[in-house]
C-alpha cells in the first residue's frame, strides 16, 4: 500500500476488548512511532474524559497523551459552544459528558420546559425518568442530538448496547428523527481528527473495526481504510454489505506487515 502520512485509530475492538490490549496493539503501535508516524485515537464513547482514555492506553501500556486522544463529548461540545452556545440541555448519558457540558458553561437542566437540547448518548444508567424527561423536552420543540449511533460496544465477551439504543428508544416514543450525530461516521470528527494529525484526509489511513463508522467514516472523507476482524465484524459478514474496506486485518498486529508489503494481509 502507499504508506500514509497519518493514521486514525478507533479503540474499543481495534486496540482494546474492555481492559484488555489487543495482541500485537502495543507493539504495532510503538513500531509507527519509532518510525514518526502521526497517530490519533478516535472514539465514539463518551463515557470517559480524553485524560481518562489517554489514562487507560497508557496503562496498558501504550503511552499517550489526553490531546492524542479525541471522544465524541469533545466534538459535541465543539459544535455546540459554535453553535448554541450557553444552552440549556438535558444529556442522556453518564457523568464524564455531563461534565464536559458543565465545564463549557451550558446549563444542565431535567426541566423539559426549560430544555433547549436533548442529547441522547451512550448511558449504561438509562431509565424510564430519563426517558420521559427527554420525550417531554422534545415533545415542546427541543432540538435532537446525539454523540453516537453505534447500535453496541465491543466488550471482552461479546457487545452490549450502545447510544443506538437510548435514540432508539426516544424516536419511538416522540415520533422524532435524531438531527445530527456528531460520532463516527460524521465528518465533523473527521475534522477534529485531521486538525490533530495537520494533513488532509487523502494522505490518511483510517484503521477500525465497525463497517458502519469506521470504514464508512474513511470512505466518505477520502482515506485509504483498514479493518480489523478483532471487533465486532467478523469475516463472512463482509459476504452481505456494500462497504468494502480497503484492507482487512485479523487484528492490528498485521498493520506493520502491510506496510512492508506483506500480501498475507488481504487488499478488497
Known amino acids: ?62 503511552p499517550t497523551r489526553a490531546d492524542e486522544v479525541i471522544n465524541s463529548s469533545l466534538v459535541l461540545v465543539r459544535y455546540l459552544s459554535r453553535e448554541m452556545p450557553g444552552a440549556t440541555v438535558f444529556a442522556v448519558g453518564e457523568p464524564p459528558l455531563l461534565e464536559e457540558l458543565a465545564a463549557a458553561h451550558f446549563v444542565l437542566s431535567e426541566d423539559p420546559n426549560e430544555i433547549m437540547v436533548v442529547i441522547a448518548s451512550f448511558d449504561r444508567t438509562f431509565d424510564y425518568r430519563k426517558l420521559n ?52 461516521p460524521s465528518p465533523l470528527i473527521v475534522e477534529v481528527a485531521l486538525e490533530q494529525l495537520g494533513r488532509p484526509a487523502s494522505e490518511c489511513l483510517m484503521v477500525g473495526d465497525r463497517l458502519e463508522t469506521d470504514i464508512v467514516m474513511g470512505q466518505r472523507a477520502g482515506m485509504a481504510t483498514a479493518l480489523v476482524l478483532s471487533g465486532v465484524t467478523r469475516r463472512e459478514d463482509l459476504a452481505h454489505t456494500s462497504v468494502c474496506p480497503d484492507y482487512v486485518l485479523e487484528s492490528v498486529a498485521e498493520l506493520p506487515r502491510l506496510f512492508e508489503g506483506d500480501k498475507t494481509a488481504r487488499e478488497m
Not at 512511532?33 to 496503562?59: C, G, H, M, W
Not at 432540538?143 to 449511533?149: I, M, V
Not at 453505534?150 to 443506538?164: H, L, M, N, Q, S
Request: charged share 25%; glycine share 8%; proline share 5%.
Open 1 to 62: 500500500m502507499t504508506r500514509p502520512k497519518g493514521i486514525i485509530f478507533d479503540l474499543d475492538g481495534t486496540l482494546y476488548l474492555s481492559d484488555q490490549l489487543i495482541p500485537g496493539a502495543r507493539e504495532t503501535i510503538e513500531w509507527l512511532r519509532q518510525r514518526a508516524y502521526p497517530i490519533v485515537f478516535v472514539s465514539n464513547k463518551p463515557l470517559e474524559s480524553r485524560a481518562d482514555y489517554a489514562a487507560k492506553l497508557t496503562r496498558l501500556d501504550v
Open 133 to 184: 424527561i427527554a420525550f417531554q423536552a422534545l415533545r415542546n420543540g427541543a432540538r435532537f442530538f446525539a454523540t453516537n449511533a453505534d447500535a453496541t460496544c465491543p466488550v471482552a465477551g461479546g457487545e452490549i448496547p450502545d447510544a443506538g439504543a437510548v435514540i432508539g428508544a426516544l424516536e419511538g416514543c416522540s415520533k422524532r428523527k435524531v438531527e445530527l450525530v456528531v460520532g463516527k
